[in-house]
């Protein structure tokens, strides 16, 4: 068993389109802030086509209302990634700089959190899986 637990935690009345996208989002920033042996081996399948490595942690997907991942943004001893509605307005990244600068208390879409498992556990048990 890993030590270590990945989770993605999506506000729970987004729609598919909004959810797939604030999902990918979430694990392009946080893949790039965990550490590199986390990644695995590129690998070829029977054909010789080569297939890059993947995380080799499970990520569940769960959902959550609003005011619970603004809870989990929160939490300490762990790596959180928010992801809120000023940032998926925005068009750019100058544009989501500004506009975060003046946003006061800004509504999460979606966290990921990565740290040691009994912590992620704790925080995320409750929690339904994405349907």
């Known amino acids: 068993m890993l030590p270590t637990k990945l989770v993605l935690v999506l506000r729970d009345d987004l ?7 604030a999902a990918a989002v979430l694990g ?6 965990l550490p590199g ?36 943004h929160g939490a300490e001893d762990v790596l959180t990634v928010g992801f809120t509605e000023v940032a998926r307005r925005s068009r750019t990244y100058a544009e989501y700089t500004e506009a975060l600068a003046g946003a006061n208390d800004p509504e999460f879409v979606a966290v990921a959190l990565h740290g040691p ?10 929690l339904p899986l994405m349907a």
């Open 15 to 21: 729609p598919p389109h909004l959810a797939a996208n």
């Open 28 to 33: 392009l920033t946080l893949g790039a802030r």
């Open 37 to 72: 042996d986390l990644l695995g081996d590129d690998l070829e399948d029977a054909d010789g086509t080569t297939h890059l490595g993947l995380n080799t942690h499970p990520v569940p997907v769960l959902t959550a209302p609003a005011d619970r991942l603004k809870a989990l």
């Open 117 to 126: 498992r009994a912590e992620v556990s704790r925080l995320t048990r409750r």
